[in-house]
């Protein structure tokens, strides 16, 4: 009697060794992104702001969580130290926390709050992380952006969006623009020692905008369940550009989805992008 063949060993989890920091993940996108990054083997730091769900999923995945207030830019500078003291390396930065309101606020370091939650705060955190990036072999980064960048504009002399009637989805949809033009300016600066790219998760259904008067048309009524998708869906593009064999194929790519996507023209203007990362950069006190 021929012996039976030996099993086939199992594949070893595609990021087995790997650290990747998902902000943003208290629910929705990144608490479905963190899940995925924990199922392929990867050493997950869920970081969020709400710190009962943070908890909870932390324990879900049996990792420490991180928490954070990005209206806080303080806090995110602590969050930085901790990383830094915590991950020895880190392979994906998923620069997902984002939000949106309908009244102008101001966050304790006097900035248009969305403004502040949406770009600074991923910007100052990217730019205190990039060394332990940098050293990290095939990193890259990846900011959770939006179609709506298409209807944003960038006015480097108003960033706070003091000027004129506040508008809050239009305030929104210019910080996804400033995400795509900090992602482009990134991969830039990384010089292919990592990679940046941004996407467009599509319409997901969460609790995200439910104060936007604009985007709660869709959030807040059935529509949602016809229009939207999940949010293990809505991280697919995360986990495809994290895990892809190619990321410098789409080093400084907005991806609508998983395909290349549309952009607000002036996402192709590279001294605003300039402008805009050294305006940026002196609001957070970090070097250009």
């Not at 023209?265 to 950069?281: G, H, I, M, P």
């Amino acid at each position: 009697m021929t012996p039976a063949p030996p099993p086939t060993p199992s594949p070893a989890p595609p990021l087995r060794g790997r650290t990747v920091v998902v902000t943003g993940a208290s629910s929705g996108i990144g608490a479905a992104a963190a899940r995925r990054f924990a199922r392929a083997g990867a050493r997950v730091v869920p970081v969020g702001r709400d710190p009962e769900r943070t908890r909870a999923l932390a324990a879900e995945l049996g990792v420490e969580p991180l928490l954070v207030d990005a209206a806080r830019l303080d806090d995110v500078r602590r969050l930085a130290g901790d990383l830094l003291e915590r991950c020895d390396r880190i392979d994906v930065l998923a620069n997902n926390a984002g939000g949106s309101s309908a009244r102008r606020t101001e966050t304790p370091d006097g900035h248009e709050t969305t403004f502040q939650v949406n770009h600074l705060a991923p910007f100052l955190l990217t730019a205190l992380l990039r060394e332990r990036i940098e050293a990290t072999p095939g990193a890259r980064v990846v900011t959770t952006s939006s179609a709506a960048n298409l209807l944003g504009r960038v006015d480097l002399d108003d960033l706070d969006s003091r000027r004129g009637r506040y508008r809050g989805f239009r305030v929104y949809a210019t910080t996804k623009l400033e995400n795509v033009l900090f992602t482009r300016a990134l991969s830039r600066r990384l010089g292919g020692t990592a990679t940046a790219s941004c996407f467009h998760p599509g319409v997901v259904a969460t609790r995200f905008a439910r104060d936007s008067v604009v985007a709660g048309v869709l959030y807040r009524t059935p529509l949602r369940r016809v229009l939207a998708v999940t949010p293990e869906e809505g991280a697919e593009p995360l986990w495809r550009l994290a895990v892809r064999p190619d990321p410098e194929t789409v080093d400084g790519a907005y991806l609508d989805r998983l395909a290349p996507g549309r952009v607000n023209r002036q996402a192709d203007d590279v001294e605003l992008a300039e402008q805009l990362w050294v305006r940026s950069a002196q609001l957070v006190g970090v070097p250009a």
